[in-house]
């Protein structure tokens, strides 16, 4: 028995975070790699150089790692037939909905997502609490995207019944 193409589930986009979010870590990261480098030639003893060089890592480490890592945990997966957010890189949580149960694509965006087209896509799903996934980028073509896929979906179960008692 063949598949039809309808059946099988493709993946339309996996969407991150707007990448606008490592800007102000980057430069962070650029300022102390500058600061060590001054004060490691000011500094007279190697122990300090040393308590500098330690200093230096773990603000990286707080200021630059920790925001990349949250930016590579967090995701969303848009299929043919279901959406799936993903997020956290220690723990991972992951929700999928699927398309037929989505009742409405809301955007929402500050002034600075608007400014570089993003904003955050709340997916309504009737339950008590919708899914929202924060800084998309290009959020207007995402929304009109998912918005489209859900309008399908909701075609295509409505179609099912009719379609199933013609062949009876």
């Known amino acids: ?22 800007i102000w870590p980057s430069f962070v990261a650029v300022a102390i790699a ?11 003893e190697s122990w300090m150089r040393v308590a500098l060089l330690v ?5 990286i480490a707080v200021l630059w790692l920790a925001p990349l890592l949250f930016w590579l945990g967090n995701r969303m997966i848009v299929t043919t037939r279901r959406v799936v957010f993903e997020q956290g890189m220690i723990t991972r949580t992951r929700s999928e ?3 037929v ?8 965006a500050s002034a ?15 339950a008590e609490r919708d899914l929202v996934m924060r800084d998309v980028p ?23 019944p009719r379609e199933s008692a013609r062949w009876r």
């Not at 200093?55 to 603000?59: G, H, I, S, T, V």
């Not at 600075?112 to 009737?126: H, K, R």
């Open 138 to 160: 290009k959020v207007a073509l995402v929304q009109a995207a998912l918005s489209e896929l859900v309008q399908r979906s909701a075609v295509a179960i409505g179609r099912q």
């Open 34 to 44: 500058t600061g060590y480098g001054l004060g490691f030639g000011l500094l007279p």
């Open 101 to 108: 149960r989505i009742h409405e694509v809301t955007v929402r």
């Open 1 to 22: 028995m063949t598949a039809h193409s309808e059946d099988r589930e493709y993946v339309i986009a996996r969407i991150r975070p707007h990448l606008r979010l490592l």
């Open 112 to 126: 600075i997502q608007a400014l570089f087209g993003s904003g955050d896509i709340c997916v309504g799903t009737g």
């Open 97 to 99: 909905i699927a398309l």
């Open 55 to 59: 200093l230096a890592l773990a603000l």
